[in-house]
């Protein structure tokens, strides 16, 4: 068997400035999705922490739609300063409806939640515990 190594340099391939990545020779940047997507992010976290602003605020000055931000808020990726369950409109707790400035649950809920993981995982560890059987030979 014969092995033919063909030494191409494909010129439709450039690399992200930031991180490296590969990118087409067409793909209009120089940072990729990624890279351009955090860097975004961080510009909008170093804004809030400069600024005393609403989610709109903040949409409008980097001209991003207003769910992007609220995704962020939902994620727990940003959270506003001070008094944010008044300058944050729409965002509640998913369980019990309480305003919150970021995530999905409030400190409460998220903590009863935690602790109904940790109760189903013990069940499951004790079922499993008691469906393990040794036979001897």
Request: glycine content about 6%.
């Amino acid at each position: 068997m014969h092995y033919v190594h063909h030494e191409h340099a494909d010129s439709s391939i450039k690399n992200c400035s930031q991180c490296g990545r590969q990118l087409h020779d067409s793909y209009p940047h120089e940072l990729c999705p990624t890279c351009m997507e955090q860097n975004l992010f961080n510009e909008v976290k170093d804004f809030i922490r400069e600024n005393d602003v609403q989610e709109q605020d903040v949409a409008e000055h980097f001209n991003i739609p207003l769910r992007k931000v609220r995704g962020w808020i939902r994620e727990g990726r940003i959270q506003y300063k001070g008094d944010s369950i008044n300058s944050i409109s729409g965002i509640h707790c998913r369980y019990c409806g309480k305003p919150i400035s970021f995530g999905v649950a409030c400190p409460e809920c998220h903590s009863l939640q935690n602790l109904q993981v940790v109760a189903i995982q013990k069940k499951k560890d004790e079922e499993a515990d008691a469906a393990m059987r040794f036979l001897a030979k």
